[in-house]
């Protein structure tokens, strides 16, 4: 399976930014669906984003839209969520997630990565 590591969590203030990154090992990077997850203290396993093997297609939800925005580079076999106009609700673990299938990924199917924190202060 492919091996998924985040990194780029960090703490930032309210309407803030900040951009996570998840690095993808293999060859086959470009053949993977990914999406993001995260996981807020006391909650479950929230989607955030996915995108499809090819980039054409994206997918939000309706609490991040206009927001966030997912993107992948498979030369550099990453994916990246940049994340504007953060809010305190934003706080929470993400995680990054590849599957060969667009809807397994937003279904919550497929490969984990370990997560990176993510703290928004009010």
């Known amino acids: 399976q492919v091996q998924l590591v985040e990194s780029g969590g960090g703490l930032v203030q309210a309407g803030g930014s900040l951009r996570l990154s998840c690095a993808a090992s293999?060859?086959?990077?470009?053949?993977?669906?990914m999406g993001w997850f995260r996981q807020a203290p006391g909650k479950e396993r929230e989607f955030v984003a996915a995108?499809?093997?090819?980039?054409?297609?994206?997918y939000y939800a309706d609490s991040v839209k206009g927001r966030f925005t997912i993107s992948r580079d498979n030369a550099k076999n990453t994916v990246y969520l940049q994340m504007n106009s953060l809010k305190p609700e934003d706080t929470a673990v993400y995680y990054c997630?590849?599957?060969?299938?667009?809807?397994?990924?937003?279904?919550?199917?497929?490969?984990w990565g370990q997560g990176t924190q993510v703290t928004v202060s009010s």
């Open positions: 293999g060859r086959t990077f470009s053949s993977y669906a």
């Open positions: 997630a590849a599957d060969r299938d667009t809807i397994v990924v937003v279904t919550g199917g497929g490969s």
């Open positions: 995108i499809s093997w090819s980039g054409g297609s994206t």
